[in-house]
Structures are given as C-alpha cells and as structure tokens.
Antibody
Framework: EVQLVQSGAEVKKPGESLRISCKGS????????ISWVRQMPGKGLEWMGR????????NYSPSFQGHVTISADKSISTAYLQWSSLKASDTAMYYC?????WGQGTLVTVSS | NFMLTQPHSVSESPGKTVTISCTRS????????VQWYQQRPGSAPTTVIY?????PSGVPDRFSGSIDSSSNSASLTISGLKTEDEADYYC?????????FGGGTKLTVL
C-alpha cells in the first residue's frame, strides 16, 4: 500500500527555522516526483514546488521560489519542506502529494 | 501562464447528477492532463480523477471526468449524489513543469 506520512504539527515563532517531512512507503521512492501544496486557513490549494527524489532536481512555483527549500533523502525515502525564517503568513496546512496519493497534512502555526 | 476557473459553489439534491466545470483561460485544455481532487471538511485532499478521466482504485464509478475542447474546459460529473459527496472539489493541470489549481468548488448536497 502506497503511503505518504507527514511529520506532526508545529508551532513556531516568527524568524525561526523549520523543516517538515514526508515519508513515502509502498513504492519505489525514486520513481515519482513529490510535490508540496499549501492551504492557508479557509483558502484553496496552492502548488509550491516539487522534487525528483532520484537526483533532487526541483521545480518551484514563482510564488514560492526563494521562500522555501524542497529537498529529499532517498536513503530514507523522505522529502522535506523547509523555511529559514518563518513569517506569520506561513501559517497554513502543508500537504505532500504524489498523485494520486496525498499525505495527511502538517499544520504549521507561526505566532509570537 | 494560464488560469483554471471553477464555479465557487454548486448545490444539488441526493440522487441527482451534478457537473463541475473547470475552464482554462489560454492554451488548449487538451494539451495537459487534468486531475480532480475532493477535500472533505477537515481532511486532506484525495484524488477522484486523474489524467482527464481515470479513476483511482476505490473511487466509485459515480465519479467521471471529461474534456471539452469546444469550451476549453474539463468537467467532473458526479451521479447518484450522496450526502458524503459534500466537499470542496479542485481541478488541477500543468503549465510546463508547474501545477496549476482551480480555485475550488464547494458542493452542497441538500
């Protein structure tokens, strides 16, 4: 069974760094791109970018380029989404996806 | 660059059929696959249609997808509506390597 299991909810302060994870199982992790999707409270889905776990090649949405970093460690079948300096506006639910499969989501709350 | 436009909301009665549209603003709707995602309140999205008209295993055949080049739009049709179908539905396609989402449609089954 294919599964994408994400790390747990995070509460951070503005300016802090954060890395959340998405572990794939039940399939060849290096054979499929993984995308990250943001959903701000009460809003729609926004595609942030994706990574090819076989070589860590990435594509980013222009809206998120430079604001987040997507990476992967194929040895442990895990993709990451990270911020170096969080803002309150980063408060959202974040999903990883390898269609047709989705992770369960990670809620990130940034508040002073 | 293009946008995908969906109706903000639709409503229909149980047992009826509803169709949700997704119109591409420029370029041909047929040039890139369209996916449809269902998101129930408080839950992660799930895929109900991929590659225009394919259903993942476990998705009932009440869900179907299609493409109409004349209107440059994709459609998600749900027949035999059930109250459990009440959710937000998002279409998604590709702009080169990038994903493009529609704004989402809230389906109310009343």
């Amino acid at each position: 069974e294919v599964q994408l299991v994400q790390s747990g909810a995070e509460v951070k302060k503005p300016g802090e760094s954060l890395r959340i994870s998405c572990k794939g199982s039940g399939y060849s992790f290096t054979s499929y791109w993984i995308s990250w999707v943001r959903q701000m409270p009460g809003k729609g889905l926004e595609w942030m970018g994706r990574i090819d776990p076989s070589d860590s090649y990435t594509n980013y949405s222009p809206s998120f380029q430079g604001h987040v970093t997507i990476s992967a460690d194929k040895s442990i079948s895990t993709a990451y989404l990270q911020w170096s300096s969080l803002k309150a506006s980063d408060t959202a639910m974040y999903y990883c996806a390898r269609p047709p499969y989705w992770g369960q989501g990670t809620l990130v709350t940034v508040s002073s | 660059n293009f946008m995908l436009t969906q109706p903000h909301s639709v409503s229909e009665s149980p047992g009826k059929t509803v169709t949700i549209s997704c119109t591409r603003s420029s370029g041909s709707i047929a040039s890139n696959y369209v996916q449809w995602y269902q998101q129930r309140p408080g839950s992660a999205p799930t895929t109900v249609i991929y590659e225009d008209n394919q259903r993942p295993s476990g998705v009932p055949d009440r869900f179907s997808g299609s493409i109409d080049s004349s209107s440059n739009s994709a459609s998600l049709t749900i027949s035999g509506l059930k109250t459990e179908d009440e959710a937000d539905y998002y279409c998604q396609s590709y702009d080169s390597s990038l994903w493009v989402f529609g704004g989402g449609t809230k389906l109310t089954v009343l």
